[in-house]
Protein backbone atom coordinates (compact mmCIF):
# COMPACT_ATOMS: atom_id res chain seq x y z
CA UNK A 1 0.00 0.00 0.00
CA UNK A 2 3.01 2.39 0.41
CA UNK A 3 4.64 2.16 -2.62
CA UNK A 4 0.92 3.12 -4.51
CA UNK A 5 0.60 6.09 -1.87
CA UNK A 6 3.93 7.07 -2.39
CA UNK A 7 3.41 6.74 -6.28
CA UNK A 8 0.38 8.69 -6.31
CA UNK A 9 1.66 11.29 -4.59
CA UNK A 10 5.31 11.09 -6.51
CA UNK A 11 2.43 11.40 -10.03
CA UNK A 12 0.63 14.15 -8.28
CA UNK A 13 3.22 16.32 -7.95
CA UNK A 14 5.00 16.09 -11.02
CA UNK A 15 1.58 16.28 -12.91
CA UNK A 16 0.87 19.51 -10.65
CA UNK A 17 4.45 21.30 -11.70
CA UNK A 18 3.77 20.44 -15.47
CA UNK A 19 0.42 22.35 -14.81
CA UNK A 20 2.20 24.87 -13.45
CA UNK A 21 5.07 24.87 -16.02
CA UNK A 22 2.13 25.51 -18.66
CA UNK A 23 0.83 28.68 -17.01
CA UNK A 24 4.60 30.04 -16.76
CA UNK A 25 4.99 29.16 -20.38
CA UNK A 26 1.63 31.00 -20.67
CA UNK A 27 2.29 34.12 -19.26
CA UNK A 28 6.31 34.01 -20.35
CA UNK A 29 7.08 34.07 -16.57
CA UNK A 30 10.28 31.79 -14.99
CA UNK A 31 8.08 28.40 -13.60
CA UNK A 32 10.69 29.26 -10.36
CA UNK A 33 8.58 31.09 -8.47
CA UNK A 34 5.35 28.60 -9.08
CA UNK A 35 7.10 25.47 -7.90
CA UNK A 36 8.23 26.88 -4.87
CA UNK A 37 4.59 27.61 -4.54
CA UNK A 38 3.21 24.87 -4.68
CA UNK A 39 5.95 22.82 -2.66
CA UNK A 40 4.45 25.62 0.00
CA UNK A 41 1.20 23.78 -0.95
CA UNK A 42 1.89 19.99 -0.95
CA UNK A 43 3.79 21.22 2.55
CA UNK A 44 3.62 20.64 6.24
CA UNK A 45 0.91 23.31 7.30
CA UNK A 46 -0.14 23.93 3.25
CA UNK A 47 -3.76 23.26 1.62
CA UNK A 48 -2.74 19.53 0.81
CA UNK A 49 -0.01 17.78 3.05
CA UNK A 50 2.10 14.85 1.56
CA UNK A 51 4.44 12.99 3.46
CA UNK A 52 4.66 9.73 2.08
CA UNK A 53 7.60 10.29 -0.83
CA UNK A 54 9.16 12.75 1.34
CA UNK A 55 12.78 10.43 0.96
CA UNK A 56 12.44 10.36 -2.86
CA UNK A 57 11.66 14.11 -2.61
CA UNK A 58 14.72 14.82 -1.01
CA UNK A 59 17.42 12.55 -2.83
CA UNK A 60 15.48 14.34 -5.97
CA UNK A 61 16.19 17.72 -4.58
CA UNK A 62 20.14 16.82 -3.92
CA UNK A 63 20.10 15.67 -7.52
CA UNK A 64 18.00 18.17 -8.39
CA UNK A 65 21.21 20.71 -7.01
CA UNK A 66 23.82 18.80 -9.01
CA UNK A 67 22.67 18.61 -11.93
CA UNK A 68 21.77 22.52 -12.02
CA UNK A 69 25.55 23.33 -11.10
CA UNK A 70 26.58 20.80 -13.34
CA UNK A 71 24.80 21.94 -16.36
CA UNK A 72 26.08 25.92 -15.01
CA UNK A 73 29.81 24.76 -15.46
CA UNK A 74 28.65 23.10 -18.84
CA UNK A 75 28.07 26.38 -20.13
CA UNK A 76 30.93 28.32 -20.07
CA UNK A 77 34.25 26.95 -20.69
CA UNK A 78 37.37 27.24 -18.32
CA UNK A 79 39.28 29.38 -20.95
CA UNK A 80 36.17 32.08 -20.67
CA UNK A 81 36.39 31.84 -16.63
CA UNK A 82 39.70 32.58 -16.33
CA UNK A 83 39.76 35.26 -18.88
CA UNK A 84 36.70 36.51 -17.08
CA UNK A 85 38.43 36.85 -13.93
CA UNK A 86 40.93 38.81 -15.57
CA UNK A 87 38.95 41.27 -17.42
CA UNK A 88 35.56 41.79 -15.18
CA UNK A 89 37.48 41.57 -11.41
CA UNK A 90 36.11 45.33 -10.97
CA UNK A 91 32.79 45.14 -11.92
CA UNK A 92 32.10 41.60 -10.36
CA UNK A 93 33.50 42.59 -7.28
CA UNK A 94 31.41 45.78 -6.74
CA UNK A 95 28.65 43.72 -7.73
CA UNK A 96 29.34 41.00 -4.83
CA UNK A 97 29.99 44.11 -2.37
CA UNK A 98 26.85 45.82 -3.24
CA UNK A 99 24.88 42.85 -3.66
CA UNK A 100 25.76 41.02 -0.34
CA UNK A 101 26.03 43.93 1.73
CA UNK A 102 22.31 44.03 2.63
CA UNK A 103 21.30 40.14 3.33
CA UNK A 104 24.28 40.88 5.27
CA UNK A 105 23.59 43.88 7.44
CA UNK A 106 19.86 42.50 7.96
CA UNK A 107 20.97 39.21 9.31
CA UNK A 108 22.99 41.27 11.59
CA UNK A 109 20.37 43.64 12.55
CA UNK A 110 17.92 40.75 13.60
CA UNK A 111 20.45 39.21 15.64
CA UNK A 112 21.12 35.83 13.78
CA UNK A 113 24.27 35.43 14.03
CA UNK A 114 27.22 35.28 11.73
CA UNK A 115 26.80 32.39 9.56
CA UNK A 116 23.24 33.30 8.57
CA UNK A 117 24.54 36.65 7.62
CA UNK A 118 26.96 34.76 5.34
CA UNK A 119 24.13 32.73 4.01
CA UNK A 120 21.82 35.60 3.71
CA UNK A 121 24.38 38.12 1.69
CA UNK A 122 24.72 34.88 -0.30
CA UNK A 123 20.65 34.89 -0.96
CA UNK A 124 20.58 38.42 -1.93
CA UNK A 125 24.09 38.29 -4.10
CA UNK A 126 23.45 36.03 -6.88
CA UNK A 127 21.21 36.98 -10.08
CA UNK A 128 19.35 33.82 -10.98
CA UNK A 129 21.44 33.40 -14.95
CA UNK A 130 18.90 31.24 -16.21
CA UNK A 131 16.31 33.77 -15.56
CA UNK A 132 18.37 36.47 -16.71
CA UNK A 133 19.65 34.87 -20.10
CA UNK A 134 16.48 33.89 -20.51
CA UNK A 135 14.40 37.19 -19.92
CA UNK A 136 17.94 39.27 -22.27
CA UNK A 137 17.19 36.66 -25.18
CA UNK A 138 13.29 37.12 -25.21
CA UNK A 139 13.40 40.69 -25.68
CA UNK A 140 16.24 40.73 -28.39
CA UNK A 141 18.84 42.33 -25.78
CA UNK A 142 21.87 40.00 -26.51
CA UNK A 143 23.22 42.30 -29.47
CA UNK A 144 23.33 45.04 -27.35
CA UNK A 145 26.56 46.94 -26.26
CA UNK A 146 25.64 46.05 -22.50
CA UNK A 147 25.33 42.69 -23.09
CA UNK A 148 28.85 41.39 -22.59
CA UNK A 149 29.17 43.26 -19.02
CA UNK A 150 25.91 42.01 -18.35
CA UNK A 151 27.43 38.26 -19.06
CA UNK A 152 30.66 38.71 -17.52
CA UNK A 153 29.11 39.55 -14.52
CA UNK A 154 26.98 36.58 -14.49
CA UNK A 155 30.21 34.40 -15.02
CA UNK A 156 31.80 36.32 -12.34
CA UNK A 157 28.98 35.59 -9.47
CA UNK A 158 29.17 31.90 -10.89
CA UNK A 159 32.90 31.55 -10.23
CA UNK A 160 31.78 32.87 -6.77
CA UNK A 161 29.63 30.92 -5.97
CA UNK A 162 32.16 27.77 -6.75
CA UNK A 163 34.38 29.67 -3.72
CA UNK A 164 31.58 30.70 -1.88
CA UNK A 165 29.57 27.54 -1.46
CA UNK A 166 32.53 25.26 0.11
CA UNK A 167 32.82 28.71 2.96
CA UNK A 168 29.50 28.67 3.70
CA UNK A 169 29.56 24.48 3.93
CA UNK A 170 32.40 24.73 6.53
CA UNK A 171 30.60 27.64 8.57
CA UNK A 172 27.10 25.35 8.49
CA UNK A 173 29.22 22.69 9.61
CA UNK A 174 30.20 24.66 12.48
CA UNK A 175 34.14 23.86 12.02
CA UNK A 176 36.69 25.37 13.72
CA UNK A 177 38.79 27.96 12.97
CA UNK A 178 41.34 25.22 12.30
CA UNK A 179 39.16 22.45 10.86
CA UNK A 180 37.64 25.55 8.29
CA UNK A 181 40.76 26.17 6.94
CA UNK A 182 41.42 23.31 5.95
CA UNK A 183 37.97 22.77 4.16
CA UNK A 184 38.90 25.62 2.57
CA UNK A 185 42.94 24.34 1.28
CA UNK A 186 41.07 21.24 0.35
CA UNK A 187 38.35 23.14 -1.45
CA UNK A 188 40.45 25.69 -3.21
CA UNK A 189 43.37 22.93 -4.26
CA UNK A 190 40.32 20.93 -5.92
CA UNK A 191 39.40 23.75 -7.71
CA UNK A 192 42.85 24.82 -8.61
CA UNK A 193 43.44 21.27 -9.83
CA UNK A 194 40.29 21.04 -12.05
CA UNK A 195 40.78 24.15 -13.64
CA UNK A 196 44.20 23.18 -14.57
CA UNK A 197 43.07 19.88 -15.90
CA UNK A 198 40.47 21.80 -17.55
CA UNK A 199 42.80 24.21 -19.38
CA UNK A 200 45.73 22.06 -20.14
CA UNK A 201 44.11 18.61 -20.28
CA UNK A 202 40.71 18.98 -21.77
CA UNK A 203 41.71 16.43 -24.09
CA UNK A 204 41.71 13.65 -21.35
CA UNK A 205 38.37 14.26 -19.69
CA UNK A 206 36.79 14.62 -23.09
CA UNK A 207 38.46 11.03 -24.20
CA UNK A 208 37.09 9.20 -20.75
CA UNK A 209 33.86 10.80 -21.51
CA UNK A 210 34.00 10.16 -25.21
CA UNK A 211 30.94 7.50 -26.30
CA UNK A 212 29.40 5.74 -29.16
CA UNK A 213 26.31 6.44 -28.08
CA UNK A 214 23.96 8.94 -26.53
CA UNK A 215 22.78 6.44 -23.95
CA UNK A 216 26.33 5.40 -23.63
CA UNK A 217 27.46 9.46 -23.11
CA UNK A 218 24.41 9.93 -20.64
CA UNK A 219 25.30 7.48 -17.98
CA UNK A 220 29.15 8.16 -18.03
CA UNK A 221 28.08 11.72 -17.92
CA UNK A 222 25.40 11.26 -14.82
CA UNK A 223 27.64 8.89 -13.24
CA UNK A 224 30.81 10.65 -13.47
CA UNK A 225 28.96 13.82 -11.92
CA UNK A 226 26.87 12.41 -9.13
CA UNK A 227 30.29 10.40 -8.34
CA UNK A 228 32.48 13.69 -8.06
CA UNK A 229 29.73 15.84 -6.33
CA UNK A 230 29.80 12.97 -3.51
CA UNK A 231 33.86 12.96 -3.28
CA UNK A 232 33.46 16.43 -2.81
CA UNK A 233 31.07 16.19 -0.62
CA UNK A 234 33.11 13.55 1.47
CA UNK A 235 35.76 16.27 1.34
CA UNK A 236 33.69 18.66 2.79
CA UNK A 237 33.66 20.77 -0.66
CA UNK A 238 29.85 20.81 -0.81
CA UNK A 239 28.39 18.56 -3.88
CA UNK A 240 27.13 21.32 -5.76
CA UNK A 241 31.15 22.44 -6.23
CA UNK A 242 31.88 19.18 -7.13
CA UNK A 243 29.29 19.29 -9.94
CA UNK A 244 29.89 22.75 -11.36
CA UNK A 245 33.63 22.01 -11.72
CA UNK A 246 33.06 18.57 -13.10
CA UNK A 247 30.75 20.82 -16.00
CA UNK A 248 33.65 23.35 -16.50
CA UNK A 249 36.15 20.29 -16.90
CA UNK A 250 34.02 19.17 -19.78
CA UNK A 251 33.89 21.60 -23.05
CA UNK A 252 34.02 21.57 -26.81
CA UNK A 253 30.86 19.61 -28.72
CA UNK A 254 31.00 16.71 -25.76
CA UNK A 255 29.51 19.55 -23.31
CA UNK A 256 27.34 20.59 -26.02
CA UNK A 257 26.08 17.14 -26.29
CA UNK A 258 25.96 16.53 -22.98
CA UNK A 259 24.09 19.65 -21.97
CA UNK A 260 21.15 18.77 -24.69
CA UNK A 261 20.66 14.85 -22.77
CA UNK A 262 21.09 16.03 -18.80
CA UNK A 263 18.46 19.47 -19.74
CA UNK A 264 14.77 17.40 -19.54
CA UNK A 265 16.67 15.44 -15.91
CA UNK A 266 17.72 18.76 -14.82
CA UNK A 267 14.75 20.19 -15.19
CA UNK A 268 12.67 17.66 -13.80
CA UNK A 269 14.65 17.26 -10.79
CA UNK A 270 15.73 20.60 -10.27
CA UNK A 271 11.82 20.89 -10.41
CA UNK A 272 11.92 18.85 -7.85
CA UNK A 273 15.06 20.17 -5.61
CA UNK A 274 11.85 23.65 -5.54
CA UNK A 275 9.10 22.01 -4.60
CA UNK A 276 11.51 20.21 -2.30
CA UNK A 277 11.94 23.76 -0.37
CA UNK A 278 8.70 24.75 -0.18
CA UNK A 279 7.98 21.39 1.04
CA UNK A 280 10.22 22.53 4.33
CA UNK A 281 8.90 26.20 4.64
CA UNK A 282 5.64 26.39 6.45
CA UNK A 283 3.53 29.22 4.98
CA UNK A 284 2.66 30.05 8.30
CA UNK A 285 6.14 31.47 8.74
CA UNK A 286 5.95 33.59 5.92
CA UNK A 287 3.95 36.73 7.40
CA UNK A 288 6.47 37.26 9.87
CA UNK A 289 8.88 37.61 7.22
CA UNK A 290 7.23 39.43 4.62
CA UNK A 291 7.89 43.02 5.59
CA UNK A 292 11.75 42.22 5.98
CA UNK A 293 11.89 40.07 2.43
CA UNK A 294 10.01 43.33 0.84
CA UNK A 295 12.46 45.06 2.38
CA UNK A 296 15.52 42.95 0.99
CA UNK A 297 13.64 42.76 -2.52
CA UNK A 298 13.87 46.68 -2.85
CA UNK A 299 17.26 46.84 -1.53
CA UNK A 300 18.21 43.88 -3.73
CA UNK A 301 16.93 46.05 -6.85
CA UNK A 302 18.50 49.26 -6.34
CA UNK A 303 22.09 47.17 -5.61
CA UNK A 304 21.40 45.38 -8.67
CA UNK A 305 20.78 48.47 -10.64
CA UNK A 306 23.46 50.27 -9.39
CA UNK A 307 26.14 47.23 -9.73
CA UNK A 308 24.96 46.64 -13.90
CA UNK A 309 24.98 50.68 -13.70
CA UNK A 310 28.25 50.55 -12.84
CA UNK A 311 29.67 47.49 -15.13
CA UNK A 312 27.65 48.67 -18.40
CA UNK A 313 29.64 52.08 -17.47
CA UNK A 314 32.95 50.61 -17.79
CA UNK A 315 32.22 49.19 -21.00
CA UNK A 316 31.68 52.83 -22.19
CA UNK A 317 28.23 51.93 -22.83
CA UNK A 318 25.55 55.54 -22.22
CA UNK A 319 23.18 55.29 -19.51
CA UNK A 320 20.08 53.71 -21.53
CA UNK A 321 22.28 50.45 -21.68
CA UNK A 322 23.27 50.98 -18.04
CA UNK A 323 19.70 50.75 -17.02
CA UNK A 324 19.21 47.75 -19.47
CA UNK A 325 21.61 45.86 -17.80
CA UNK A 326 21.00 46.70 -14.52
CA UNK A 327 17.28 45.51 -14.73
CA UNK A 328 18.76 42.57 -16.64
CA UNK A 329 20.50 41.69 -13.34
CA UNK A 330 17.49 42.08 -11.09
CA UNK A 331 16.13 38.62 -11.24
CA UNK A 332 16.89 36.11 -7.93
CA UNK A 333 16.32 32.39 -8.63
CA UNK A 334 17.67 28.96 -8.32
CA UNK A 335 20.97 29.36 -6.67
CA UNK A 336 19.69 31.57 -3.89
CA UNK A 337 16.97 29.01 -3.29
CA UNK A 338 20.49 26.24 -2.95
CA UNK A 339 21.71 28.18 -0.57
CA UNK A 340 18.49 28.58 1.32
CA UNK A 341 18.67 25.20 1.26
CA UNK A 342 21.80 24.17 2.65
CA UNK A 343 21.17 26.33 5.44
CA UNK A 344 18.00 25.18 6.10
CA UNK A 345 18.97 21.68 6.52
CA UNK A 346 21.80 22.53 8.68
CA UNK A 347 19.31 23.88 11.29
CA UNK A 348 20.16 27.54 10.55
CA UNK A 349 17.63 30.27 12.56
CA UNK A 350 14.05 28.95 11.37
CA UNK A 351 13.04 31.97 9.77
CA UNK A 352 16.07 32.41 7.16
CA UNK A 353 13.85 29.84 4.99
CA UNK A 354 10.63 31.58 4.48
CA UNK A 355 12.59 34.56 4.35
CA UNK A 356 14.82 33.22 1.50
CA UNK A 357 11.21 32.01 -0.03
CA UNK A 358 9.81 35.24 -0.09
CA UNK A 359 12.42 37.23 -1.58
CA UNK A 360 13.24 34.68 -4.00
CA UNK A 361 9.21 34.86 -4.99
CA UNK A 362 9.32 38.54 -5.04
CA UNK A 363 12.48 39.10 -6.92
CA UNK A 364 11.79 35.88 -9.69
CA UNK A 365 8.12 37.69 -10.25
CA UNK A 366 9.60 41.60 -10.35
CA UNK A 367 13.21 40.64 -12.14
CA UNK A 368 11.56 40.05 -15.26
CA UNK A 369 8.66 42.66 -15.21
CA UNK A 370 11.06 44.83 -14.35
CA UNK A 371 13.26 44.62 -17.22
CA UNK A 372 10.60 44.22 -19.98
CA UNK A 373 9.38 48.13 -18.30
CA UNK A 374 13.09 49.32 -18.10
CA UNK A 375 12.31 50.51 -22.06
CA UNK A 376 9.46 51.95 -21.99
CA UNK A 377 10.51 54.09 -18.90
CA UNK A 378 13.41 55.04 -20.90
CA UNK A 379 11.42 56.10 -23.41
CA UNK A 380 8.93 57.68 -21.00
CA UNK A 381 11.86 59.72 -18.92
CA UNK A 382 12.82 61.11 -22.33
CA UNK A 383 16.40 59.44 -21.70
CA UNK A 384 18.33 60.24 -24.73
CA UNK A 385 20.73 58.17 -25.93
CA UNK A 386 24.22 59.98 -26.44
CA UNK A 387 25.39 59.95 -29.35
CA UNK A 388 28.43 58.82 -29.54
CA UNK A 389 30.53 57.70 -32.63
CA UNK A 390 30.70 53.93 -32.95
CA UNK A 391 34.19 54.33 -33.51
CA UNK A 392 34.99 56.67 -30.26
CA UNK A 393 33.65 53.54 -28.20
CA UNK A 394 36.07 51.61 -25.66
CA UNK A 395 36.47 48.20 -26.58
CA UNK A 396 35.03 46.01 -23.73
CA UNK A 397 34.93 42.12 -24.24
CA UNK A 398 36.10 39.06 -22.34
CA UNK A 399 39.28 37.45 -23.59
CA UNK A 400 40.07 33.71 -23.75
CA UNK A 401 43.68 32.60 -23.31
CA UNK A 402 44.77 31.23 -25.90
CA UNK A 403 46.16 28.22 -25.03
CA UNK A 404 47.91 24.99 -26.98
CA UNK A 405 44.16 23.19 -27.42
CA UNK A 406 42.15 26.30 -27.49
CA UNK A 407 41.99 27.78 -31.02
CA UNK A 408 38.76 30.07 -30.13
CA UNK A 409 38.91 33.43 -30.69
CA UNK A 410 40.84 35.67 -28.35
CA UNK A 411 38.37 38.24 -28.05
CA UNK A 412 40.74 41.08 -29.64
CA UNK A 413 38.36 43.23 -32.37
CA UNK A 414 39.72 41.75 -35.61
CA UNK A 415 39.69 43.25 -39.02
CA UNK A 416 38.03 40.77 -41.30
CA UNK A 417 37.84 40.93 -45.31
CA UNK A 418 34.60 42.11 -46.20
CA UNK A 419 32.32 38.99 -48.08
CA UNK A 420 34.60 36.08 -46.24
CA UNK A 421 32.08 35.17 -43.42
CA UNK A 422 34.03 34.61 -40.00
CA UNK A 423 33.30 31.53 -38.43
CA UNK A 424 32.19 31.55 -35.06
CA UNK A 425 34.08 29.39 -32.52
CA UNK A 426 31.48 26.49 -31.73
CA UNK A 427 32.36 25.76 -28.27
CA UNK B 1 35.16 47.62 -43.24
CA UNK B 2 35.97 46.46 -39.43
CA UNK B 3 34.04 43.52 -38.24
CA UNK B 4 33.94 43.66 -34.55
CA UNK B 5 33.89 40.31 -32.39
CA UNK B 6 33.22 40.42 -29.23
CA UNK B 7 32.65 36.84 -26.72
CA UNK B 8 29.43 36.60 -25.00
CA UNK B 9 30.19 33.89 -22.44
CA UNK B 10 27.36 31.11 -22.26
CA UNK B 11 25.78 32.45 -25.29
CA UNK B 12 28.65 32.26 -28.03
CA UNK B 13 29.92 35.04 -30.31
CA UNK B 14 28.90 38.43 -31.42
CA UNK B 15 29.97 40.37 -34.73
CA UNK B 16 29.12 43.52 -35.52
CA UNK B 17 30.10 46.02 -38.34
CA UNK B 18 29.20 49.86 -39.59
CA UNK B 19 28.03 50.33 -42.89
CA UNK B 20 29.47 53.23 -45.46
CA UNK B 21 26.24 54.50 -44.23
CA UNK B 22 26.54 54.57 -40.57
CA UNK B 23 24.13 52.16 -39.98
CA UNK B 24 25.61 49.15 -37.29
CA UNK B 25 24.76 45.41 -38.39
CA UNK B 26 25.48 42.35 -36.56
CA UNK B 27 25.02 38.62 -36.25
CA UNK B 28 24.69 36.99 -32.59
CA UNK B 29 26.03 33.15 -33.02
CA UNK B 30 24.84 31.15 -30.34
CA UNK B 31 26.55 27.88 -29.72
CA UNK B 32 22.97 26.18 -30.21
CA UNK B 33 23.47 26.99 -34.21
CA UNK B 34 20.90 29.68 -34.04
CA UNK B 35 21.89 33.53 -35.52
CA UNK B 36 20.26 36.47 -34.27
CA UNK B 37 20.35 39.11 -37.20
CA UNK B 38 20.98 42.31 -34.93
CA UNK B 39 20.17 45.65 -36.15
CA UNK B 40 21.32 48.98 -34.14
CA UNK B 41 19.28 51.99 -33.51
CA UNK B 42 20.03 54.71 -35.79
CA UNK B 43 20.70 57.30 -33.11
CA UNK B 44 22.30 54.58 -30.36
CA UNK B 45 25.02 52.27 -30.82
CA UNK B 46 23.82 50.52 -27.58
CA UNK B 47 20.61 49.37 -28.36
CA UNK B 48 20.15 46.63 -31.30
CA UNK B 49 16.13 47.78 -32.37
CA UNK B 50 15.73 44.58 -34.53
CA UNK B 51 16.94 41.02 -33.52
CA UNK B 52 15.60 38.17 -35.58
CA UNK B 53 16.11 35.01 -34.60
CA UNK B 54 17.26 32.64 -37.32
CA UNK B 55 17.62 28.61 -37.26
CA UNK B 56 20.67 27.13 -39.41
CA UNK B 57 18.98 26.65 -42.70
CA UNK B 58 17.43 30.49 -42.73
CA UNK B 59 20.58 31.88 -41.79
CA UNK B 60 21.96 29.72 -44.63
CA UNK B 61 19.14 30.96 -46.62
CA UNK B 62 19.30 34.96 -45.56
CA UNK B 63 23.87 34.78 -46.02
CA UNK B 64 23.34 32.71 -49.59
CA UNK B 65 20.47 35.62 -50.55
CA UNK B 66 23.07 38.64 -49.70
CA UNK B 67 25.98 36.45 -51.16
CA UNK B 68 26.42 34.71 -54.46
CA UNK B 69 22.76 34.59 -55.51
CA UNK B 70 23.14 38.79 -56.11
CA UNK B 71 25.59 38.33 -58.32
CA UNK B 72 23.43 35.64 -60.17
CA UNK B 73 20.50 37.80 -60.12
CA UNK B 74 22.40 41.09 -61.40
CA UNK B 75 23.16 38.74 -64.74
CA UNK B 76 19.82 37.64 -65.14
CA UNK B 77 18.72 41.09 -65.01
CA UNK B 78 21.43 41.91 -67.72
CA UNK B 79 20.47 38.67 -70.01
CA UNK B 80 17.07 40.60 -70.21
CA UNK B 81 18.51 43.92 -70.84
CA UNK B 82 20.63 42.64 -73.22
CA UNK B 83 19.17 40.55 -76.10
CA UNK B 84 21.79 38.17 -77.74
CA UNK B 85 24.27 38.26 -74.57
CA UNK B 86 24.69 35.21 -72.24
CA UNK B 87 26.37 34.53 -68.93
CA UNK B 88 27.98 31.62 -68.36
CA UNK B 89 30.41 30.74 -65.15
CA UNK B 90 33.82 28.38 -66.33
CA UNK B 91 34.92 26.71 -63.10
CA UNK B 92 38.87 26.96 -63.68
CA UNK B 93 40.54 23.61 -62.92
CA UNK B 94 43.55 23.01 -61.90
CA UNK B 95 44.99 22.12 -64.78
CA UNK B 96 44.26 24.88 -66.84
CA UNK B 97 47.09 27.02 -67.56
CA UNK B 98 46.29 30.43 -66.06
CA UNK B 99 45.78 28.86 -62.88
CA UNK B 100 48.19 31.18 -61.22
CA UNK B 101 48.24 33.44 -63.81
CA UNK B 102 47.05 36.94 -64.74
CA UNK B 103 43.60 37.36 -66.05
CA UNK B 104 45.55 40.37 -68.70
CA UNK B 105 47.33 37.19 -69.95
CA UNK B 106 44.42 35.46 -71.61
CA UNK B 107 43.51 38.30 -73.67
CA UNK B 108 40.13 36.84 -73.55
CA UNK B 109 38.74 39.86 -74.92
CA UNK B 110 40.89 40.68 -77.62
CA UNK B 111 40.33 36.72 -78.63
CA UNK B 112 36.41 36.12 -78.16
CA UNK B 113 34.78 39.53 -77.69
CA UNK B 114 33.06 38.32 -74.66
CA UNK B 115 33.86 39.70 -71.13
CA UNK B 116 35.14 38.52 -68.10
CA UNK B 117 32.99 40.33 -65.29
CA UNK B 118 33.32 38.54 -62.05
CA UNK B 119 35.26 35.90 -60.17
CA UNK B 120 33.88 33.88 -57.87
CA UNK B 121 36.13 32.50 -55.24
CA UNK B 122 35.64 30.61 -51.50
CA UNK B 123 32.20 31.96 -51.63
CA UNK B 124 33.22 35.33 -52.23
CA UNK B 125 32.51 37.69 -55.18
CA UNK B 126 34.86 39.58 -57.26
CA UNK B 127 33.36 42.17 -59.36
CA UNK B 128 35.24 43.18 -62.29
CA UNK B 129 38.50 41.58 -61.82
CA UNK B 130 41.19 43.73 -63.44
CA UNK B 131 43.94 42.60 -65.77
CA UNK B 132 46.51 42.18 -62.91
CA UNK B 133 43.99 39.60 -61.28
CA UNK B 134 45.66 36.36 -60.87
CA UNK B 135 43.94 33.70 -61.14
CA UNK B 136 43.50 30.95 -58.54
CA UNK B 137 42.34 26.98 -59.10
CA UNK B 138 39.07 26.48 -58.57
CA UNK B 139 37.82 30.02 -59.20
CA UNK B 140 34.51 29.91 -61.12
CA UNK B 141 34.84 32.89 -63.77
CA UNK B 142 31.68 34.99 -64.74
CA UNK B 143 31.70 35.36 -68.42
CA UNK B 144 29.35 38.62 -70.77
CA UNK B 145 28.90 37.65 -74.18
CA UNK B 146 27.67 36.57 -77.19
CA UNK B 147 27.02 32.35 -77.82
CA UNK B 148 30.81 31.93 -79.79
CA UNK B 149 32.65 34.24 -77.37
CA UNK B 150 31.85 33.12 -74.34
CA UNK B 151 32.23 29.20 -75.28
CA UNK B 152 35.72 30.93 -76.83
CA UNK B 153 36.72 32.03 -73.31
CA UNK B 154 35.72 28.52 -71.99
CA UNK B 155 38.12 27.16 -74.51
CA UNK B 156 40.64 29.98 -73.77
CA UNK B 157 40.14 29.05 -69.97
CA UNK B 158 40.62 25.31 -70.22
CA UNK B 159 43.87 25.68 -72.17
CA UNK B 160 43.28 26.11 -75.48
Known sequence: ?427 | MDVERTSLPGIGLRHVFTTGRGRQIGVVSHRTGRRDLVIYDKDDPDTCVVSVALADEEANALAELLGTGRVVERLAELNRQVEGLVTEQILLTAASPFAGRRLGDTRARTRSGASIVAVVRDGEVIASPRPDFQFRAEDVVVVVGTDEGTAAVATILHGG
Not at chain 1, 297 to 320: H, N, P
Request: aromatic content about 6%; cysteine-free; glycine content about 12%.
Open chain 1, 1 to 427: MHAATQLIELGAIVLALGLLGAVAVRFSISPIPLYLVAGLAFGSGGILPFGASEEFVSLGAEVGVILLLFTLGLEYTAGELVGTLRTSAPAGLADLVLNAAPGVAVALILDWGPVAAVALGGITYVTSSGITAKVMGDLGWLGNRETPAVLSILVFEDLAMAAYLPILTALLAGASLVAGATTLGIAAATITLILFIALRHGRLVERFVASPTDEVLLLKVLGLTLLVAGLAQQLQVSAAVGAFLVGIALSGPLAHTARELLAPLRDLFAAVFFVFFGLHTDPGQLPPVLGVAALLAVAGIATKLASGWLAARRAGVASRGRLRAGAALVPRGEFNIVIAGLAVSDGINPRLGPLAAAYVLMLAIAGPLIARGVEPFIRWRGIRPSRTRPGARRKQEVPAPAGPADSREDGRDEVERPGRPPVPGQH
